[in-house]
């Protein structure tokens, strides 16, 4: 498979973005036999998948933290990736290894959610186990969607997500069967008295779409469809009313790019670089749109921006990039996101937290997106 060129195809990218049309998906492009085993599965009885979505509760003060982390690009011992042979010292590995675990106990979290590209470098099962080793041996569940990046150094995709669920404190359910890329997974929030209060959707946006013009892939139909009966089945379960959720992913949605030509869109935090979206656009946006209960898309991918915009509605949230000079970061210092939602309230806070402990961007939203003067 040809490998897209991340760093031209996002300068070709914005010389004509004013220009970008963005062209919607048939059904054609769809692998028949995916699609047709796609449909099998959702014959089945959702009920029998449910017993497997991990469930967490508020705290006894009502309130739920989320850290997401994003594009640590870990590189190990060697890296022979694009012919180029990277030598990382053990001050740089354990360095690596201290700024997560520092930001883990700064932050206490209640899960750790990993946006994808975790490893630049082979060999991935060291590299996975080792970056991915601070949640285990702070006892702090954490979930993975994959990257464009995770699958290159020399295991699959499937494989890279299999070994990621054999280590500790890993709460990823098995790929779901039918459905396009393998770390579609979905988690739920709680109150203590057991009413449902947000759920949150892993979806995998997968490595690149192969039809021309070569281009990073996106939230195929048939992810959308288990979206849509996941959303209905936690609807009938909340008595007929929407439970309000969030997605995680790792490519942004096309919205992203087009919310940023608009003038009716609220912005907060920096923007470095253009959002790195596929040309295609499947329509999930406008899916949750009809849906009524996401209110939030956080992605990772993009290494200079860190901000979070409010388009029709809904917001587009960037991670804060989480690695090393591996790869291009102009955004210094590296850093993590927080999210934290309140038992008795609607909404949720967020803000960055850098890996020089540095505390910015706090913003309840929405109430800190109301103006754009702020």
Known sequence: MKKLNRRSFLKA????????????????????????????????DISELSRQIPDFKFNASGKFKVMQITDTHFVGVHDSHEGRLRVATQEFAESALHNITTML???KPDLVIHTGDIIYSAPAKENLEYILSPMGKLNIPFAVTLGNHDEEFGMTRQEVFDFVRTLPSNINMPSVPGIHNCSNNVITLSTRDNKLKRVFYLLDSGRQFTNKPLCYDFIRHDQIEWYCRMSEYFKQKNG???????????????????????????????????????LYNSGLFSTTVERGDVDAFVFGHEHDNDCAMLYRDKFLIYGRFGGYNSVYNNLKPAGVRLFEFTEDGAGFKSWIRLYTNVKEQEYLYPEGFKSSLL
């Open 105 to 107: 106990e700064e932050e």
């Open 240 to 278: 007929g009313e929407c439970v309000p959720g969030m997605m995680f992913m790792h490519i942004p949605v096309r919205e992203f790019n087009d919310g940023l030509r608009e003038t009716k869109r609220i912005l907060r935090g920096n923007l470095g670089e253009e959002p790195g979206s596929s």
């Open 13 to 44: 990218s914005a010389r004509g973005i004013a220009g970008v049309t963005t062209w919607a998906v048939s059904a054609e492009h769809l692998d028949a036999a995916v699609r047709k085993e796609a449909k099998a599965e959702c014959s089945k």
